[in-house]
């Protein structure tokens, strides 16, 4: 039931506009915010509520949320150049985000709310990370990544949503996807479990992305 981020944001530079939003700041205004609806009574997606989660399992496991994230998916993976800090080799390598007008804009740094986008990663890291959605591996890792494809409820028109992946039923497949975006940049992963078919489109302009790309590798028809 949380809105998509909170009133209280007034960032200082718009161009970065988490960079100053601080933990204090997050809990005033959930100390304050009443609920518009239940519970689970209509779908919103909330960038607010990803970050708060974020938050939440770095105080339960006393490790920052890069930390936890390497320890129990990216690590395991062998997801090298994923992380939120830029190592030497990400930093050499990076494609700099650009406006719709084609002007390099700064990166965005989200400090508090870091689970709703403040990692950074490659193209080639995410297709390790859809291909083990594909072929779960063993443990705990494997039963997490089949738990978030479960559906959870509606989330508009032929959609529902898992834990987090937004969920489209064809004809006679699934897709799996999510997508997004920070200054610059905008992103879309999807997969289809049946086909055992994965996509990444990754893109260093802010416009529009490529969820269209996307969609259509996933389903021609589309």
């Given at each position: 039931g949380l809105p998509r981020l909170p009133d209280n944001m007034k960032p200082a530079d718009p161009a970065n506009p988490y960079s100053d939003y601080s933990v204090p700041q997050l809990y005033d205004f959930l100390s304050h915010y009443e609920l518009t609806r239940d519970p689970g009574e209509s779908f919103e997606y909330s960038n607010l509520g990803v970050?708060?989660?974020?938050?939440?399992l770095s105080l339960a496991t006393g490790k920052s949320y890069e930390a936890l994230v390497r320890e129990r998916v990216t690590g395991p993976l062998g997801m090298t150049h994923t992380s939120i800090a830029l190592t030497p080799w990400m930093r050499d390598h990076l494609a700099s985000g650009h406006d719709p007008e084609g002007r390099v804009v700064a990166n965005w740094d989200l400090p508090t709310l870091a689970g709703a986008g403040a990692l950074r990663s490659t193209a080639l890291d995410m297709l390790k990370f859809v291909d083990a959605y594909l072929h779960p591996p063993r443990g705990a890792l494997g039963r997490a990544m089949t738990l978030a494809q479960h559906e959870r409820t509606p989330a508009g028109t032929g959609m529902s949503i898992?834990?987090?992946?937004?969920?489209?039923?064809?004809?006679?497949?699934?897709?799996?996807?999510?997508?997004?975006?920070?200054?610059?940049?905008?992103?879309?992963?999807?997969?289809?479990?049946?086909?055992k078919?994965?996509?990444?489109?990754?893109?260093?302009?802010?416009?529009?992305?490529?969820?269209?790309i996307g969609m259509h590798l996933l389903d021609p028809a589309l």
């Open positions: 970050g708060l989660l974020g938050h939440v898992g834990l987090n992946w937004l969920i489209m039923h064809r004809a006679a497949d699934t897709i799996v996807w999510h997508n997004g975006g920070t200054g610059g940049y905008r992103t879309f992963v999807g997969f289809t479990p049946s086909q078919l994965g996509v990444v489109v990754l893109t260093n302009s802010g416009g529009a992305g490529a969820d269209d």
